[in-house]
């Protein structure tokens, strides 16, 4: 089975902790992805589940076998990095092959191998070539291949898209998934773009200043995120976020915009007159002319002004000023708005996130 177990694992350089006593449970054939802003620790965490770190404290265990003191070509596990890692002077076949110089292989197997390995990645009419004749792409797909070949418990990638175009992103980003759903493998991807943890993941963890901030599936974390960390780095544009308090009433005052809505349902209720946050997604706030039919009790509906009109097709994206804060919001392409005009934006009751201002924690 090859899981992974990481229970309060810890890392120091010096006196500087890094990584502060995580645990992680990766489930066999699991797609598991750490995303965060750069220097959150997930880079760190994945070299040391790979070994290429030693840990300061925890332990790490593969497949139920504890691996600490584990060299890494002992822990049955596979590693793509960022820059390909593939050597230049071999052909594409001798770099797939490469793997499995140390498991001594019969020609035969080798060559089965290294051929089932390059039709399931594209690479069949390519095995001769040397890795500069090679597009950005076709050398991930090597790299990919060399760890493939040798049939890991676990594969490990280091943000092996980053160094793409977006259009190469995208398409690995497909290939990558397909892999997976053919080959059952378990799979931790460590990556700096939400767009890649939320289009590949099974689980998502959201890592911040060496600690874990959310686990969960990509619509948890983006329709029921944590804290305020999470909510704003979960999502693109990133969540609205409005200065706001309980009223001795039980409503909200959104305190930029002046503008008093009710209290969401299925929030706790702190103190009143705490300081809270009110956050709300773009995709969730709609901008029009007017009043929309249907708005419901206990939904947020402002009046703004338009600062900036980005098109995205189908949609475009409304920058507005509210009050004293600047929130994005979606509507029609079709939409007549254009800078300067007044605007409605409405939320639905449902689609209200509150926070504590001073915890960063939901309500």
């Known amino acids: 089975m090859a899981t992974v177990s990481l229970r309060g694992v810890s890392k120091r350089f010096d006196r500087t902790t890094v990584v502060h006593g995580i645990d992680l449970e990766i489930s066999d054939g699991e797609f598991v992805v750490l995303v965060g802003p750069s220097g959150c620790g997930k880079s760190t965490t994945l070299r040391m589940i790979a070994g290429l770190e030693d840990i300061s404290g925890g332990e790490i265990a593969i497949g139920g076998r504890v691996v600490d003191r584990l060299e890494p070509k002992d822990r049955n ?3 793509v990095f960022q820059n390909y890692a593939i050597y230049p002077h071999m052909t594409v076949r001798r770099n797939i092959a490469f793997g499995l110089r140390t498991a001594r292989l019969p020609r035969a197997e080798e060559e089965r191998r290294v051929m089932a390995t390059a039709t399931t990645l594209g690479l069949v009419d390519l095995l001769d070539r040397k890795p500069a004749q090679l597009s950005g792409g076709q050398r991930q797909r090597v790299a990919i291949g060399r760890a493939m070949v040798r049939d890991p418990a676990v594969f490990l990638f280091d943000e092996p898209l980053s160094n793409l175009d977006a259009q ?3 398409q690995m980003r497909l290939e990558i998934k397909k892999l997976h759903q053919s080959l059952g493998s378990t799979i931790v991807f460590v990556t700096h773009d939400q767009v890649e943890a939320m289009t590949l993941a099974d689980r998502i963890v959201i890592m911040d200043s060496g600690r874990i901030q959310q686990i969960g599936t990509p619509t948890e974390v983006y329709r029921n995120p944590a804290n305020v960390f999470v ?9 609205n976020m409005l200065d706001a308090r309980i009223e001795d009433g039980g409503g909200l005052l959104l305190e930029g915009a002046g503008l008093r809505i009710a209290w969401p349902a299925g929030a706790a209720r ?6 809270l946050k009110l956050g709300v997604r773009p995709d969730d706030l709609r901008a029009a002319a007017a009043r929309p039919a249907g708005v419901t009790d206990g939904a947020l509906v402002a009046e703004a002004r338009v600062t900036v009109i980005e098109p995205l097709g189908p949609d475009m994206l409304v920058y507005a000023q509210c009050g004293r804060d600047e929130v994005v919001a979606k509507a029609d392409a079709r939409s007549a708005l254009r800078p300067g005009d007044p605007v409605l934006l409405t939320a639905g009751p449902d689609a209200l996130h509150v926070f504590d201002a001073a915890t960063g924690v939901v309500l």
Not at 231 to 239: K, L, T
Not at 270 to 275: F, G, M
């Open 77 to 79: 596990i596979a590693m």
């Open 231 to 239: 909510a704003r780095f979960i999502g693109s544009p990133s969540m």
């Open 168 to 170: 190469l992103r995208a």
């Open 270 to 275: 702190p103190a009143a007159r705490a300081a």
